[in-house]
């Protein structure tokens, strides 16, 4: 065998272990929210149900319909809170319609602000300081719209606060853009979007210790904006 195939082999060896790494690390990012269970897969519930992670029996979802709920309430009983985040944005299901619902089947609903005492770095401390106690307590049914980026942040707060795992930020931030569009749209970098957005992150992850995390986020213009 001559140095040009014994070079040729070398290097065939290489990339199928480069890619072979490189394919465990974009598994382990993928399977992390396989393993916490991720949207259950039910053409009953709304698509974005899934339970919370840390053993409470929490659960967070897209606004459901009325009858997505009976649905929720049946299978799920050992629900007691309901709370809802939403105005009626186009999901045709009213803030009083969810409230009768809700308490017809015995449970608590409560109707709160995800936008309150924001804090810079802080994030909506006041949202948090609401909605944490239920989530704590468990048995909690938690939703938005979309069941994405109010919920999403307030859920990564439980986590880091409930001491999930020992999560750091970056795994925080990894079980939240799964659920949605932050990191795919770029929206925490845009500058026509990215204050809305940046509000929800820190309500778990201050926005100048996620530019710091990864040389990669240099490039972000919400953080060469605070380098200033």
């Not at 399977?31 to 709304?46: E, F, Q, T, V």
């Not at 897209?62 to 809802?84: A, G, S």
């Not at 979007?193 to 992150?201: F, S």
Request: charged residues 30%; contains cysteine; aromatic residues 12%.
């Amino acid at each position: 065998m001559n140095k040009k195939q014994v070079l040729n082999i070398g290097l065939i060896i290489t990339s199928v272990l480069v890619i072979g790494v490189s394919g465990t690390l974009l598994w382990k990012h993928v399977a992390k929210r396989r393993k916490l269970g991720g949207p259950i897969k039910d053409d009953n519930l709304p698509k974005n149900f899934a339970e919370i992670p840390g053993g409470r029996n929490n659960y967070r979802t897209d606004q459901p319909t009325l009858e997505e709920f009976k649905y929720i309430f049946e299978k799920y009983p050992n629900i007691k809170y309901v709370i809802r985040m939403n105005g009626e944005e186009g999901t045709g299901v009213s803030v009083e319609a969810e409230r009768k619902l809700v308490e017809e089947y015995g449970k608590e609903f409560h109707f709160m602000s995800a936008h309150k005492g924001y804090v810079k770095g802080k994030g909506y401390t006041e949202s948090i300081k609401n909605m944490l106690p239920y989530l704590k307590d468990g048995d909690t049914l938690i939703h938005c719209t979309h069941g994405a980026d109010r919920t999403g942040y307030i859920v990564a707060k439980h986590l880091q606060d409930t001491g999930f795992r020992k999560w750091n930020k970056e795994d925080l931030w990894d079980y939240t853009i799964s659920y949605n569009s932050w990191d795919k749209n770029n929206l925490i970098c845009s500058p026509r979007t990215n204050m809305g957005y940046i509000k929800y992150l820190e309500g778990f992850y201050p926005i100048d210790e996620w530019c710091n995390a990864k040389e990669e986020r240099e490039n972000c213009s919400t953080c060469k904006s605070l380098s200033k």
